[in-house]
């Protein structure tokens, strides 16, 4: 007897993983939504918000599709409970927020716009934390300048930002990581550039340094300019030379982020591509700050000799 209560207890054990299933929940509970039956879509898509194994993400949306039902029934103490309840859990899709049929007779509703505030107010500490932790353990503290003709044929130099927050963006035109990332400072530069951010992007394309007035040099900047036309980079394109990039202590990949403060002292470093919200973050942390008094830290170096581990452009 003893024997078989094990092999029964095992068997439960067996189908536990079976039983907490949210993806065949969540599959089910759609297949129910297309067939309006309501119904049973709240009961496969309570599954998925009670799965142990379910991500937030998915729960907060099978706790929106649960009020959606609600609201397909008429049930509307139920159909408010339960956005609120999703959007508690984190769901924040304005559009459907706004535009869901299903929703519309408690859309207007004070507790939900409190919710929605409540949410947003938690997105934003902790994105704004995330800014300040990437901020405070930048540790490698150096001083970067820069004087560079632009491909438009103007100067650019990191004087005529001052009293703004400034990103260098030290990338390449053939570096598909640095033209992944593009975009997001298109946007930010739109987003702030009247609030006091700018951008500057310092092209290091593998022609080692050459000097202005080259054939070399023309004909790369004239691809640069071509190239920002049909990105429509709406900030200042200069060509890196070898002192200026060699302040940066170890650069070794692309591209390479520069965040400045408003007083010019380079307050964080980042290599290789990231997410427009982690970019985003340190912006607006920096743009909260007043005007640091802190003194730049002495320069890394004299210009002449480029780090031993920085890899020479065109070479290999």
């Not at 119904?39 to 799965?51: D, G, H, M, P, R």
């Not at 947003?120 to 930048?138: N, T």
């Not at 050459?210 to 023309?218: D, F, H, L, V």
Request: one cysteine or more.
């Amino acid at each position: 007897m003893i024997r078989h209560a094990l092999s029964a207890l095992t068997l439960v054990a067996l189908f536990l993983p079976v039983l907490d299933d949210p993806d065949a929940a969540w599959k089910a509970g759609g297949r129910c939504m297309e067939d309006k039956d309501y119904k049973n879509a709240i009961v496969e898509f309570t599954k998925v918000l009670n799965a142990k194994t379910a991500t937030d993400e998915r729960k907060a949306a099978a706790a929106f599709n649960i009020g959606c039902c609600h609201g397909r029934l008429n049930n509307k103490q139920k159909a408010l409970e339960f956005v609120v309840k999703a959007i508690e859990l984190g769901f924040s899709n304005d559009e459907l927020l706004a535009k869901e049929p299903a929703i519309k007779d408690v859309r207007g509703d004070a507790r939900i716009k409190s919710a929605v505030i409540k949410l947003q107010k938690e997105r934003e500490e902790k994105f704004l934390a995330h800014g300040r932790e990437l901020l405070d353990g930048f540790e490698q503290k150096f001083n970067f300048d820069f004087d560079l003709p632009t491909v438009a044929g103007k100067r650019v130099a990191l004087s005529d930002f001052a009293g703004k927050v400034l990103i260098v963006d030290i990338w390449g035109t053939w570096c598909g990581p640095c033209k992944m990332e593009l975009p997001h400072f298109i946007d930010l530069y739109k987003k702030y550039k009247d609030s006091g951010l700018a951008i500057v992007g310092l092209n290091d394309e593998k022609i080692d340094y050459a000097k202005p007035g080259s054939k070399e040099y023309e004909s790369t900047k004239e691809n640069i300019v071509k190239f920002a036309k049909n990105y429509e980079i709406p900030y200042p394109l200069a060509m890196i030379d070898r002192p200026t990039e060699s302040q940066v202590p170890h650069l070794a990949g692309f591209p390479t982020t520069l965040f400045f403060d408003r007083t010019g002292k380079v307050r964080l470093q980042l290599v290789g591509a990231r997410e427009k919200s982690e970019l985003e973050a340190v912006v607006q942390v920096l743009m909260s700050e007043g005007a640091s008094t802190d003194k730049p830290a002495k320069p890394a170096g004299d210009g002449k000799d480029a780090p031993a581990t920085r890899p020479v452009p065109g070479k290999t």
